[in-house]
Antibody, heavy 117, light 110 residues
C-alpha cells in the first residue's frame, strides 16, 4: 500500500524558514517523480513543485520560485520542501504527491503551515 | 497557464445523476490522449484520484463514476449519487506545465 506521510509544518512568522518532509513507503520511491501541492484555507489546489526521480530536474510554480527548494533523499525514501522568506499567502495545507505523468496518483494526508505575526 | 473553469457547486438528490463540468482555456488533448484528470476531496481529507486521462477509472474507484470529453470540455458523471460521494471535485490538466486545477465543484445534497 502506498503511503506518504508529511511532517514539519507549524506556525511561523513572516520572513522565516521551514522545511517539510514526506516519507514514502509501499512503492519504489527512487523510480518516481514527486510533487508538492498546497491548498490555502477554504481554497483550491495549487501545484508548487516537481522533482524528477533522480533529482536531475526540478520545476517550480512562479509563486514560489526563488524562495522554495524541492529535494529528495532516495536512500531515506524522503522528499523535502525547504521554504524561505515565508509570506502570509504561503499559509496552506501542503501535500506531497506521487507523480503519474504530471498527474497525482497518491497523496499524503497533508501538513499545515501557518505564516502569521 | 491553462485555466480550468468549474461551477462552484451542484445540488443533487441521492440516487440521481450528477454531472460536473470542466472547461479548459485551451485544448488539453494530444492525439488520442485527453490529459484531463479528476480528483475527489472530502472535508478534512486529502484529494484522491478518481479518473485519469478523461475516462479511465483509477484503482479502487466504483463504476458509478465515469468521465468523458476531449479538447476543452470535460465531464465527470456520478450515477447514482450516494451519500459517500458528497465532496468537492477538482479537474486537473497535464497537457502543459505548470499542471493546473479547476476551482472545484462542491457536490451538495438537494
Amino acid at each position: 500500500e502506498v503511503q506518504l506521510v508529511e511532517s514539519g509544518g507549524g506556525l511561523v512568522k513572516p520572513g522565516s524558514s521551514l522545511k517539510l518532509s514526506c516519507v514514502a513507503s509501499g512503492f519504489t520511491f527512487s523510480s518516481y517523480g514527486m510533487h508538492w501541492i498546497r491548498q490555502a484555507p477554504k481554497k483550491g489546489l495549487e501545484w508548487i513543485a516537481l522533482i524528477y526521480y533522480d533529482s536531475s530536474n526540478k520545476y517550480y510554480a512562479d509563486s514560489v520560485k526563488g524562495r522554495f527548494t524541492i529535494s529528495r533523499d532516495n536512500s531515506k525514501n524522503t522528499l523535502y520542501l525547504e521554504m524561505n522568506s515565508l509570506r502570509s499567502e504561503d499559509t496552506a495545507m501542503y501535500y506531497c504527491a506521487k507523480n503519474g505523468q504530471l498527474l497525482f496518483d497518491y497523496w499524503g494526508q497533508g501538513v499545515m503551515v501557518t505564516v502569521s505575526s | 497557464d491553462i485555466v480550468l473553469t468549474q461551477s462552484p457547486a451542484l445540488a443533487v438528490s441521492l440516487g440521481q445523476r450528477a454531472t460536473i463540468s470542466c472547461r479548459a482555456s485551451q485544448s488539453v488533448s494530444i492525439s488520442r490522449y485527453n490529459l484531463m484528470h479528476w480528483y475527489q476531496q472530502k472535508p478534512g481529507q486529502q484529494p484522491k484520484l478518481l479518473i485519469y486521462r478523461a475516462s479511465n477509472l483509477a484503482s479502487g474507484i466504483p463504476a458509478r463514476f465515469s468521465g468523458s470529453g476531449s479538447g476543452t470540455d470535460f465531464t465527470l458523471t456520478i450515477n447514482p449519487v450516494q451519500a459517500d460521494d458528497i465532496a468537492t471535485y477538482y479537474c486537473q490538466q497535464s497537457r502543459e506545465s505548470p499542471p493546473t486545477f479547476g476551482g472545484g465543484t462542491k457536490l451538495e445534497l438537494k
